[in-house]
């Protein structure tokens, strides 16, 4: 236990110290970075704006386009389920189509 109490005193102590300024960025420094491009980037199928609509606010192009295929019944049973559990704003009467559009926007 007095391990513990040592340790911890040092680990806290490391880090309730200033920065180090030379670790510190100069004001006249341009940090850049950049990021990879989303590989899927437009959605195809039978009515890609209605996947835009519902589903482009949380899920990316390739997290829809790389879904595996399922029947109807199980992407209407997770269209309930983003309604239910995570309050996605999916009209009822959205679903039949959506469920189409969305089988036919798989790769």
Not at 2 to 20: E, F, N, T
Not at 65 to 90: H, L
């Amino acid at each position: 236990m007095r391990r513990l109490i040592v340790l911890l005193s040092l680990a806290l102590a490391a880090c309730s110290g200033q920065p180090d300024e030379a670790d510190a960025p100069k004001a006249a420094e341009t940090v850049r970075i950049s990021l990879p491009d989303d590989p899927a980037t437009k959605l195809g199928g039978s009515d890609p704006a209605l996947i835009e609509r519902t589903c482009l606010a949380c899920h990316s192009v390739e997290t829809i386009t790389t879904q595996p295929r399922m029947p109807a019944e199980k992407w209407a049973a997770t269209i309930e389920k983003m309604r239910a559990v995570y309050g996605a704003q999916i009209a009822k009467g959205d679903e039949p189509a959506l469920v189409a559009a969305l089988q036919s926007a798989q790769q």
